[in-house]
């Protein structure tokens, strides 16, 4: 299993910048990839961001809505990822939620964990 407590979240105001946080704990020695999606009211779930958990693999995926504005990263040694978003405008606004990806062997697919969310609201 994996948990992942995210924190960062709040009121910004347009142009304004926020950091997320999402901790890592559990059986983090299995993970494949690390991740933030969102969810706007009345909209589906979209990947922002995703990175490689470990290792020497180069994965890093942005989706172009947020390029140029925001930025992932990890620090192995805190098991934490982070989101640095910039520029924020109010479409931004939305339920940012942590990923992890974890390949099973047994089923032969991912298993993906999820944290409970925080809130982004961008305003005047």
């Known amino acids: 299993q994996v948990q992942l407590v995210e924190s960062g979240g709040g009121l910004v105001q347009p142009g304004g910048s926020l950091r997320l946080s999402c901790a890592a704990s559990g059986s983090i020695f299995a993970i494949n990839a690390m991740g933030w999606y969102r969810q706007a009211p009345g909209k589906q779930r979209e990947l922002v961001a995703a990175i490689a958990a470990g290792g020497s693999s180069n994965y890093l995926e942005l989706a172009d809505s947020v390029k140029g504005r925001f930025t992932i990263s990890r620090d192995n040694a805190k098991n934490t990822v982070y989101l640095q978003m910039n520029s924020l405008k109010p479409e931004d606004t939305a339920v940012y939620y942590c990923?992890?990806?974890?390949?099973?062997?047994?089923?032969?697919?991912?298993?993906?964990?999820w944290g409970q969310g925080t809130q982004v609201t961008v305003s005047s």
């Open positions: 990923n992890a990806d974890r390949w099973d062997s047994v089923t032969m697919s991912f298993i993906h964990y």
